[in-house]
């Protein structure tokens, strides 16, 4: 509708005055401003078909589940004690010389990785998946 009167007016630039390529110009701003909102809309809708996408392939979890999950691996961080022989530290001297840190490894991670996984084995149920209709189940 707008956009038409605003190419009317541009395909008769020998007919154009001040008011009128003020008010061409203002058009145009308004359908830029129009589009941009469009646009976002439209990315909008795109990063959330995204995410249904994504979610559409992960298995399901109740809410009890994620529950146990969530409660076992926050008594197991918490009662996480570390000492020195737990990592390498490898010290570098910085420029300024100063003991700098330059790369730390955790020793025991193999160990705290199987004792969260004995954990998940131990509240739940295993099953191997049936078919490709259990697999979001």
Known sequence: ????TVKNLVKHQDELTQESLEKCIEQLEVNVSDLHAQVDSINSDIST???ALEDLNKPSLTQKQYDLINNGLDSFVSDLRFSESDF?????????????????TLNSYNDMLDDMMRYIRKEFKIVEQESNQNENV
Not at 88 to 104: F, M, Q, R, S
């Open 88 to 104: 390498d530290i490898e010290l570098t001297i910085g420029y300024d010389n100063k003991v700098e840190i330059d790369h730390i």
């Open 49 to 51: 078909k995204k995410r």
């Open 1 to 4: 509708m707008e956009t038409k």
